[in-house]
């Protein structure tokens, strides 16, 4: 990766992470509105329920970002986490605070849908 596809990346990145912090600032905005219709009640908290998903996704992605961006200062952007192999510059246009090669994060994926997350959790509190 050229001294300029860094410099562009961080760019990408630091505006993410300015985005992430705004929303997450935010958060404040899920009240408890209490209604007198059982119906809007039921309605209320799945809304609830699903804002509290997106900030849970959002801090997940901040913290991602954060961690990319510790990796440019490191230099350490662009290599895999796990086997240390180089993250393809496709993968890396399309969200470069990945972590992980495509390989890796299919493992990854695999991992957490058997609920075996252990290495990777691991892995990701090292690499943020
Ligand atoms: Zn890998």
């Given at each position: 990766m050229t001294k300029t596809d860094i410099a562009k990346y961080k760019q990408i990145l630091e505006e993410r992470q300015a985005e992430l912090v705004g929303v997450l600032r935010?958060?404040?905005?899920i009240t408890i509105e209490k209604s007198p219709d059982a119906l809007d009640e039921v309605q209320n908290a799945a809304e609830r329920e699903l804002a509290i998903r997106n900030l849970d996704r959002e801090s997940n992605l901040l913290r991602n970002v954060r961690a990319a961006l510790r990796r440019i200062d490191d230099g350490s952007f662009g290599v895999c986490a796990h086997c240390e192999e180089e993250i393809s510059s496709k993968r890396i246009a399309a969200v470069p605070w990945t972590p992980f090669c495509i390989d890796c994060q299919e493992q990854a994926d695999r991992a957490q849908e058997e609920g075996n997350t252990e290495t990777f959790d691991e892995l990701l509190v090292n690499a943020a």
């Amino acid at each position: 990766m050229t001294k300029t596809d860094i410099a562009k990346y961080k760019q990408i990145l630091e505006e993410r992470q300015a985005e992430l912090v705004g929303v997450l600032r935010n958060r404040d905005a899920i009240t408890i509105e209490k209604s007198p219709d059982a119906l809007d009640e039921v309605q209320n908290a799945a809304e609830r329920e699903l804002a509290i998903r997106n900030l849970d996704r959002e801090s997940n992605l901040l913290r991602n970002v954060r961690a990319a961006l510790r990796r440019i200062d490191d230099g350490s952007f662009g290599v895999c986490a796990h086997c240390e192999e180089e993250i393809s510059s496709k993968r890396i246009a399309a969200v470069p605070w990945t972590p992980f090669c495509i390989d890796c994060q299919e493992q990854a994926d695999r991992a957490q849908e058997e609920g075996n997350t252990e290495t990777f959790d691991e892995l990701l509190v090292n690499a943020a």
